[in-house]
């Protein structure tokens, strides 16, 4: 019986590139300042919530020639959140970086996410069991949660844990949320003076943890390049069959970065930008008038197929919806506790929600099928979050499109047939071999999270930057969490959050669509990106995505 498959036995030998920075050795660098920072808004409670951890400078780390003296340490770390290709890669490289320190230093891994630091469930991390997932996807060496660090009771349990173990560091590997819950640990251990660092990693498929200093999170890549396989291979399918239209949601929460990156790796007929739509104040009727238009050109054309890209969050943006479900969020937060509601039958809930809600909100909930009504009352995710993950936006869709087709064909404007396939590609990419880029990315993370914990710094994401080139000119340094933060309403009341990054509708990568969909709505021009190639090549096996590439040539005309 086989153990590992062919390719996992190579992947494991692969050795991730680090910058140059970097590559000189964890004990033989110095720590270069910048200015002091500010958040991005709501400065005034930002500053009075995060008064020890606030307004810290932007870092960057040099190569020196002096070596620095290696204290023992303990360092815990803690995988937050949906997978996203690389975690190990960041373990990998934290642990490489702390033995190279110090070979009598000891890496903890906390088990099932943020809980694990507060039950005290964790392993340490042996030479074998690193080596076992180097450049592996997925999070399974110590798996991963979702839940929310906010209580005085659970920073107390997580400094009893860390304190057992004689951590003195933990480094939290994950997206906004899971970062905002390092910002808040990071500001309470320096509050109660527990000599505990804390270090972000930025960690999300969904490609919207991103600003000036973070370029993008890692898992990005990969999980974009593998979607766009799929699509390419379905474009190929509709192509040959010519046959039927393909609806496919795509994950990446709300920003639609995911479904962009794909879109310019692909070219299908119909790109739906949930953040276009939302400036647009386009309404649902409107969304779907727009794809039932290209669905009948096409026909005309005597093609009755095509590929539409639905991004997971479009349901929040389209402003009726959105108005709708955060009236929601707030009568469901009210009704948390009620027995009455929580123990009702099915058509009981829809009915005290219809009444609860306000009178326009109410009718857009009452016109909604049965099955994305229900799919809305869904438990919100641990940070107060609707989990678009599974509302069927897709199928809502496709029965809307129908209907619209039906009604046109009625009037004579259209006459073709409509077929449909769904798909939701979002699972499928979080946890595939990370591409070179993301295998070299996140070890470098990981090893920079060590080296900010060396300079004594807490409460900083690990940053490294100049993606577009090659890794050894990549900058490697630190930016202040709180620089990313701002009040949002979560639950029903003003939380700190981290800043969403939302695709931005000037910026070069959404305007390469804007010149192009119209084409690509009629006329098929397909791209088939084929498989992630780890091995062969650099002009296939080092390639970046659009969206990066797109950016950082944009920075640099701006200079
Ligand atoms: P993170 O923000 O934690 O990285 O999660 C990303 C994501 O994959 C989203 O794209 C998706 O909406 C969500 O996780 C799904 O969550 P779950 O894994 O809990 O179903």
Redesign the pocket.
């Known amino acids: 019986m086989k153990e590992l498959s062919s390719l996992q036995i190579e992947r494991l030998k692969y050795q991730p590139k680090l910058p140059s920075s970097l590559s000189g050795g964890i004990n033989n660098l110095t720590l270069v300042e910048g200015n002091k920072t500010e958040c991005v808004k709501d400065a005034e409670q930002i500053k009075e919530l995060f008064k020890n951890t606030y307004g810290k400078p932007v870092v960057t780390f040099k190569s020196s020639n002096q070596t620095e003296d290696a204290p023992v340490r303990n360092i815990g770390v803690i995988l937050s959140?949906?997978q996203?290709p690389g975690g190990h890669n960041v373990i990998a490289g934290l642990y490489d970086a702390l033995k190279q320190s110090n070979p009598q230093n000891k890496l903890y891994g906390f088990l099932g996410g943020p809980s694990g630091i507060i039950e005290g469930e964790y392993i340490e991390f042996t030479p074998e069991k690193i080596n076992a997932y180097r450049n592996t996807g997925g999070f399974d060496i110590i798996g991963s949660g979702?839940t929310k660090l906010e209580t005085e009771e659970q920073f107390q349990k997580a400094l009893k844990v860390c304190q057992n173990l004689n951590i003195t560091g933990v480094v939290i590997i994950?997206?906004?949320?899971?970062n905002t819950n390092a910002a808040m640990l990071a500001e309470w251990f320096v509050k109660n003076n527990a000599g505990i660092q804390v270090i972000g990693c930025p960690?999300?498929?969904?490609g919207d943890l991103k600003n000036e200093q973070i370029e993008i999170s890692f898992g990005f890549d990969t999980a974009t390049k593998t979607y766009a396989e799929l699509i390419g291979n379905i474009l190929r399918d509709a192509n040959s069959a010519k046959k039927y239209w393909h609806f496919v949601k795509l994950?990446?929460?709300s920003a639609t970065h995911v479904g962009l990156e794909v879109a310019l790796q692909t070219q299908p007929n119909i790109t739906l930008i949930s953040e276009e739509v939302e400036q647009k104040q386009m309404s649902l009727k409107q969304i779907v008038n727009y794809i039932a238009d290209i669905v009948a050109k096409r026909a005309d054309m005597g093609k009755n197929f095509g590929i539409a890209l639905i991004p997971?969050g479009l349901i929040e943006f389209i402003p009726e919806i959105k108005s709708m479900i955060s009236n929601l969020n707030d009568v469901l937060a009210t009704l948390e506790n009620d027995n009455s509601y929580t123990s009702a039958d099915e058509n009981t809930k829809f009915n005290i929600i219809k009444n609860k809600l306000n009178a326009a909100d109410s009718a857009v909930y009452d016109s909604l099928p049965v099955m994305i009504k229900k799919q809305l009352l869904m438990d919100r995710?641990p940070h107060g979050n609707v989990?678009?993950?599974k509302i069927e936006t897709e199928k809502l869709l496709i029965e809307m499109v129908s209907n619209k087709l039906t009604e046109m064909k009625k009037a004579g404007t259209y006459n073709g047939k409509f077929s449909a396939q769904c798909h939701f590609f979002?699972y499928e990419g979080?946890c595939a071999f990370p591409s070179n880029f993301d295998a070299d990315y996140c070890y470098s993370l990981g090893y920079n999270a060590f080296a900010l914990m060396k300079f004594g710094l807490t409460g900083y994401l690990s940053s490294v930057k100049n993606l577009s080139s090659p890794a050894n000119e990549w900058v490697a340094g630190g930016v202040p969490l709180t620089m990313m933060m701002n009040m949002e309403k979560r639950h029903g009341q003003f939380k700190p959050v981290i800043k969403k990054a939302l695709v931005e509708l000037n910026g070069p990568v959404f305007k390469v669509l804007e010149e192009n969909r119209e084409k690509w709505a009629l006329e098929d021009k397909y791209i088939f990106p084929g498989s992630i190639q780890y091995f062969g090549p650099s002009c296939v096996c080092d390639i970046t995505t659009e969206t990066l590439k797109l950016e950082n040539a944009a920075k640099l005309t701006a200079v």
């Open positions: 959140g949906g996203a979702r994950g997206g906004d949320d899971s960690k999300t498929i969904d994950m990446g929460r997971e995710d989990q678009v993950s979002g979080r």
